[in-house]
């Protein structure tokens, strides 16, 4: 089955205003678009969505798969490069909004939610412009 590029419906294929809303777009990666997370509770959070407006990894060719899932490595290499977290909780959410994406959700010793389920948004830490492009810059240089 060939993926669906894209859905105007969508929030990851169609960016603008819907996106804007939680995140802001760090670059484009050989299969997905990594964007940062607004709520910045866990330093570094990210999101990595698939090019390919589909629902389910399995809606995937294997090759397609894999070049997602490299992206997804590559991604947590770089967090870890870039802030030394104690580990990356991974999140595949989307019930309603049904396009492939990972939430990389960098976790610290004795910082906020350590040792427990990351909350999907708590709502509680939220930058400047110039500390997001901060994150921004040091996720880049570590791609």
């Known amino acids: 089955m060939k993926p669906t590029p894209t859905d105007p419906n969508c929030a990851y294929c169609a960016e603008g205003a819907p996106l804007d809303a939680f995140g802001i777009k760090i670059c484009e990666l050989p299969a997905s678009k990594l964007y940062l997370f607004k709520e910045q509770s866990h330093r570094g959070r990210v999101i990595v969505a698939s090019k390919f407006h589909v629902s389910e990894m399995v809606d995937l060719s294997d090759e397609d798969r894999r070049a997602f899932l490299d992206d997804v490595a590559r991604v947590a290499r770089a967090?870890?490069?870039?802030?030394?977290p104690k580990k990356v909780n991974y999140g595949a959410y989307g019930d309603t909004?049904?396009?492939l994406h990972f939430h990389l959700v960098p976790k610290y010793e004795g910082g906020f939610e350590y040792g427990g389920v990351f909350e999907m948004n708590p709502k509680r830490t939220f930058l400047e412009p110039a500390e997001y492009d901060g994150l921004i810059?040091?996720?880049k240089a570590a791609l």
């Open 137 to 139: 810059a040091a996720i």
């Open 79 to 84: 967090l870890h490069a870039a802030f030394r």
């Open 97 to 99: 909004g049904c396009h």
